[in-house]
């Protein structure tokens, strides 16, 4: 029986990304792309993961502060809103957002680089691409995934304040005092240990997929789309297992 083409592709993702580990530990990688991978993963994605934190925790707000309200729980709904953020919105949301910003990008650029033969080039000029090319933006994700995290954390903690206190007049106080009450230390560490292993996955698996395109400039978009989709699955379920080892 045939291997589907997706599960050799998903191995050879691994086994780049274990090579850009390992290069990345030694640190061999190419520092002049470092910068410009760490602004496409940063600067370049800040106004999306602000606005989506903003909706994010206004929204929640809608959906909650009001049924809380009428039931008298009204000043819990800053700590319930700080959990679910840090416990499971922020990191799962943040990545879904560099999955389409980032991953894209990584999966569409190496899979250009691959069906035009700039790989081979690169080879042949006695350049591991896995450094030169993967090691930059698996960085990038690793150092740029927690802080966006952090930063639609805040974002979104903040804007549900603004949002309890205008529409259903929880006075912010009484907001702040039940996040200090709810959330506990390692909420916050364990928020981040999310975020980095995720940001690894997207960086992992976008690499993988572009540099095993093969074929023209046809491939190259079912090649963006199946990085994606892969990423946002296995996303999917390392978020069920870090859940269950990191919150249970």
């Known amino acids: 029986m045939k291997t589907p083409r997706w599960i050799k592709r998903l ?32 600067p370049a994605s800040f106004l ?40 499971e919105i922020a990191p799962l949301l943040t990545a879904t957002l560099l999955t389409g910003k980032v991953a894209t990008a990584y999966a569409a650029q190496l899979g250009t680089m691959k069906v035009t033969e700039q790989i081979d080039a690169i080879t042949m000029l006695k350049t591991d691409p896995v450094e030169y090319l993967v090691v930059p933006r698996l960085i990038a994700m690793i150092v740029m995934a927690p802080l966006q995290c952090l930063l639609f954390f805040s974002v979104a903690l ?4 603004v949002s309890s206190t205008a529409f259903y007049s929880i006075p912010p106080n009484i907001f702040w005092n039940s996040v200090k009450s709810w959330i506990v ?32 400039a046809k491939e190259v978009g079912t090649s963006t789309t199946g990085a994606v989709v892969m990423t946002l ?9 870090l859940t269950k080892v990191l919150f249970s």
């Not at 699955?233 to 297992?241: E, G, N």
């Open 11 to 42: 191995g050879s993702s691994f086994i780049i990304g274990g090579q850009a580990v390992t290069a990345a530990a030694k640190g061999h990688f190419n520092a002049s792309d470092l910068t410009d991978q760490l602004m496409e993963a940063g």
């Open 233 to 241: 699955l296995t996303v999917s379920l390392m978020d069920v297992v």
């Open 185 to 216: 230390i390692s909420d916050l560490p364990f928020m981040l240990i999310k975020a980095v292993v995720f940001g690894l996955q997207i960086a992992v698996i976008a690499c993988g997929w572009g540099l095993t395109t093969r074929g023209g």
């Open 158 to 161: 903040w804007s549900g304040q």
């Open 48 to 87: 999306i993961v602000l606005i989506t934190g903003v909706s994010a925790g206004t929204v929640f707000n809608i959906q909650v502060a009001a049924e809380l309200s009428r039931q008298g729980l009204g000043s819990e709904v800053g700590g319930l809103l700080a959990i679910g953020l840090a416990r």
